[in-house]
């Protein structure tokens, strides 16, 4: 029984631990202007359609963006700046079947189908206009939840 409780007490440690590395901020060193998702449709063959979620934003210093947490995804950003704004965007892309994957009654057929993609656990309980950015401030990874996320027009890669 001892044992048990001396082996119980690292493991709580490292679950709590965890769990508030996760904490939302209340507030963020950057102001937001406008969230937008937009779905993208075609492309390449064989590539993946997908959402680009846009955040501008503003703030008098210099944000270190590293993700974005949105529909059960998460997707690495990137900043920009789009008619003199300061942009953050991440593109989360579809799931869906690629069109080399064969399916056939006769299971030997199918030799050579990549695996289903594994479900991302994700932190955070979204709504589906909520989207959740990561953001480096000093050595901590801090999170802050943007609700509202506007839905634009699809758009047609080429």
Same mark, same amino acid.
């Given at each position: 029984? $001892?044992?048990f409780k001396l082996l119980s007490l690292p493991l709580l440690l490292v679950t709590l631990t $965890?769990?508030?590395s996760y904490k939302l901020e209340n507030t963020a060193p950057f102001d937001? $202007? @406008?969230a937008t998702s937009v @779905?993208?449709?075609g492309g390449r063959p064989g590539s993946p359609g997908g959402t680009e979620v846009k955040i501008v934003y503003s @703030?008098? $210093?210099e944000i270190k963006f590293d993700s974005m947490f949105y529909n059960n995804k998460k997707a690495k950003t990137r900043?920009?700046?789009e008619n003199k704004m300061n942009v953050v965007s991440a593109i989360f892309y579809s799931t869906s079947a690629s069109n080399d994957t064969q399916m056939h009654n006769d299971a030997s057929k199918e030799y050579g189908n990549s695996a289903p993609a594994k479900k991302e656990d994700i932190p955070f309980t979204l709504k589906e206009n909520e989207v959740v950015i990561s953001y480096i401030e000093g050595k901590k990874t801090k999170y802050f939840k943007i609700g509202n996320v506007k839905t634009g027009k699809p758009v047609m890669m080429q």
């Open positions: 029984m $001892k044992l $965890k769990c508030a937001v $202007k @406008s @779905s993208r449709i @703030s008098d $210093k900043t920009f700046t």
